[in-house]
């Protein structure tokens, strides 16, 4: 009776945990969008200070959608919408949520010319590929360069995305996915949540991601997901259900 009680009060502190993050967080968005929006409207305004409140701002909005993701993976309330995607669309979506860290990193792309459409929830794969392109942005020296390839193979999308820096440390090719973690290398800053959440968003979609490095060097990052398949023009589209944002 003692162990059901203290699973039930566990259970419930969870619940509790959960909803104050999500609460906080949806509290914070309306300042940060005030924020942003002055920012902008201030962008021909010369000042030392605003390129600072603008870096500031978007750091904030990264780990309140970070928590907000947390709580949608935690609480089982992720319902992914599947549609027809192009994959250079996706890609092409994740990179400008990633903005300015990756500025100073040439990407190359290595996809087929045949690279059909693939049928899943275009926000979630490309927040997940956005997680992982802001981590191999800010984990690597500026003017390396990132390479994402792309395959169809059994109807499983395979995503490798690999960056030229001082790669993975030793025996953390599977903790870097765990929630908080952190290499000792990090740069200030960050939740260590980016790619918890990118794993949990591609889990949602019946996938994985796996990371290793590469023999040549660097980081190596692979998603597989399942749930794809061949055109079928009388498909119907269905909205996705999640907002890209600026990435973790």
């Known amino acids: 009776i003692q162990a059901v009680s203290q699973a039930e009060m566990l259970a419930h502190s969870e619940k509790l945990h959960r909803t104050l993050l999500d609460s906080i967080s949806h509290e914070l968005k309306t300042p940060i969008a005030v924020i942003n929006a002055a920012v902008e409207g201030m962008s021909g305004t010369p000042g030392p200070y605003l390129d600072e409140i603008n870096t500031a701002s978007q750091r904030l909005q990264r780990v309140v959608d970070n928590l907000l993701h947390m709580t949608q993976l ?3 309330v992720l319902q992914p919408r599947l549609d027809w995607c192009d994959v250079r669309d996706v890609i092409a979506a994740a990179r400008q949520a990633v903005g300015k860290p990756l500025e100073s990193h040439p990407v190359t792309l290595h996809l087929p010319d045949d690279l059909p459409l693939v049928k899943l929830d275009h ?9 992982i392109l802001h981590n191999a942005a800010i984990y690597t020296p500026g003017g390396t360069g990132i390479e994402i390839s792309a395959t169809l193979v059994d109807q499983t999308l395979r995503l490798i995305l690999r960056d030229h820096g001082p790669g993975l440390p030793p025996g953390m090719e599977k ?28 889990q949602a ?8 490095n590469h023999p040549e060097g660097g980081a190596e990052f692979v998603i597989e997901v399942e749930r794809t398949s061949k055109f079928v023009p009388q498909d119907i589209p ?9 990435t973790p």
Do not use: M, Y
């Open 205 to 212: 979609l019946g996938g994985d991601i796996t990371a290793r």
């Open 238 to 246: 269905s909205p996705t259900n999640l907002e890209v944002r600026s």
């Open 74 to 76: 935690e609480s089982d």
């Open 175 to 202: 903790s870097v996915f765990a929630k908080f973690c952190r290499a000792p290398s990090s740069p200030a800053g960050g939740t260590g949540l980016g790619l918890t959440i990118a794993r949990g968003f591609v």
């Open 123 to 131: 926000a979630l794969l490309t927040q997940a590929l956005a997680n």
